[in-house]
Every structure is written in C-alpha cells, then in structure tokens.
C-alpha cells in the first residue's frame, strides 16, 4: 500500500501494530496475537500484535488474527495512528484504479 497526502508519499513505517508508538487503537486487540513467554522461566515476554501490523516499510500489511474476520483500510488506519475514517472521504486506488472504500 502507498499513501499519498498533498501529491507527498508518506512512509508507512515497520512495526505499526506492534510497536507500542506506533499502536494506537487497541478496540481489535481481542482479534490479535497476545503476548507469550519467550523463555522457560516467563522473564522475557514477546508483546502481543494487534490483528492487521507491518514488518517493514514496503506498505505491506499483515493479516494475523485469531479469528477469520473482515478488515477495512480504515481499521488498519486507527491502528496505526488512531484515525477514524467512517465519515471521512478516502480515495483508494488498485493498480491505478478507483476502488469503493
């Protein structure tokens, strides 16, 4: 995915959905993957995942939920920085092409 705002690309960066800084919303939290001990005696945790992150900044989201489930652009968009899009107007294109959000 590439965002363009004022004809300029915006990074979408790694980790969003992970990384604390860049997880805003939790309201699908209940769908993502929860944290787990790393190591036997439970010291070292992995932090959970929110159901849709990115592991790099290619703009390549990933789908990991516990449940088989619809997600919307616009859940990805409050993950990452909180926006709510249902009464906004958002143009997306596939391949150059105009899709209905």
């Known amino acids: ?59 390549r989201i990933t789908i990991g939920s516990i449940i088989e489930r619809d997600y919307t652009l616009g859940d990805f968009l409050r993950i990452w920085n909180g926006l709510d899009t249902k009464d906004k107007l958002v143009n997306a294109t596939v391949n150059g092409n105009s899709v209905v959000n």
Not at 14 to 20: D, P, Y
Not at 27 to 37: E, N
């Open 1 to 59: 995915m590439s965002i363009i705002v004022d004809n300029k690309p915006i990074v979408i960066p790694s980790q969003i959905g992970i990384n604390e800084s860049l997880w805003k919303d939790h309201s699908l939290d209940k769908y993502g993957v929860p944290g787990m001990p790393m190591d036997e005696k439970g010291k070292t945790t992995m932090p959970g995942m929110a159901p849709l992150y990115t592991t790099n900044d290619k703009g």
